[in-house]
């Protein structure tokens, strides 16, 4: 993975574009929410921010295994990440929507920008032993298959987590926060998308959104690399991608 982002959004598509609405479901005879997915802008960073901290890290399978949100270093290490990720400003929230407006944050995808000259991490630098233990997973499924490769393309688009708050789930938003990528993509000149998926849920999901599977790490496999992720309900990593016909 890298830390270094030299891609920056184009002046041509600012920020503050909504990218779809969309109406959910009733639930306990409540009527349906209307919701929009728009940039992330700094005015809600922190907000989005601490949801992938408080749900996404809880949730996700390989940070309980390995006891990250027990590790405040680790934690810091992954936040700072996190930060310059959305730096980039292609973040995509998911907000219920009252007149037209943006209300309540409920779902956060980080999104970024991997160029293939991109400055590779300095892995020895990494803090947070959990943490590193997770980040080698991510190095390990990544270098199974080389996407700029596969897609005869010199940058993609990839993510470094989505969630969705457990009072807005069932209303079909993480799909629609895999589909707004696509428009996201034409605006930005791109051509793919990929990322590693390491849940189950998200899996089956990105397969629904019409992702392949491009390479395919065993946990059990990580042992070798001194990596015990006995436990995880999730049995492996996939590295899920597609490429778009515009």
């Not at 109406?23 to 940039?39: F, N, S, T, V």
């Not at 393309?153 to 938003?173: A, C, E, F, W």
Request: include cysteine.
């Amino acid at each position: 993975m890298s830390r270094v982002m030299p891609w920056e959004r184009p002046a041509s598509v600012p920020v503050g574009q909504v990218w779809s609405r969309f109406q959910g479901r009733e639930r306990d005879g409540k009527p349906a929410h209307m919701y929009q997915i728009r940039d992330m802008d700094d005015s809600m960073k922190k907000t989005c921010l601490d949801m992938m901290q408080e749900t996404f890290l809880r949730d996700e399978p390989l940070s309980t295994v390995l006891g990250i949100t027990q590790d405040p270093v680790s934690i810091a290490s992954i936040r700072a990440g996190w930060e310059s990720y959305v730096a980039q400003n292609v973040s995509l929230a998911c907000f219920t929507e009252v007149d037209g407006q943006p209300a309540e944050l409920v779902g956060f995808n980080i999104i970024l920008v991997k160029s293939l000259d991109d400055e590779e991490e300095d892995f020895d630098q990494v803090q947070g032993e959990p943490w590193k233990k997770l980040l080698k997973t991510l190095i390990i499924t990544e270098g199974l298959l080389n996407v700029f490769e596969h897609y005869n393309i010199d940058k993609y688009l990839t993510s470094s987590g989505l969630t969705v708050l457990p009072s807005h789930r069932g209303q079909n938003i993480g799909a629609k926060l895999f589909s707004a990528r696509e428009p996201l993509c034409k605006a930005l000149g791109l051509q793919a998308t990929a990322t590693v998926f390491t849940a189950t849920a998200s899996q089956v999901l990105a397969a629904k959104c019409g992702y392949e599977v491009l390479a395919e790490l065993k946990y059990s496999d990580m042992m070798a690399h001194g990596i015990d992720l006995t436990g995880c309900p999730t049995p492996t990593a996939k590295l899920m991608g597609t490429k778009f016909k515009f």
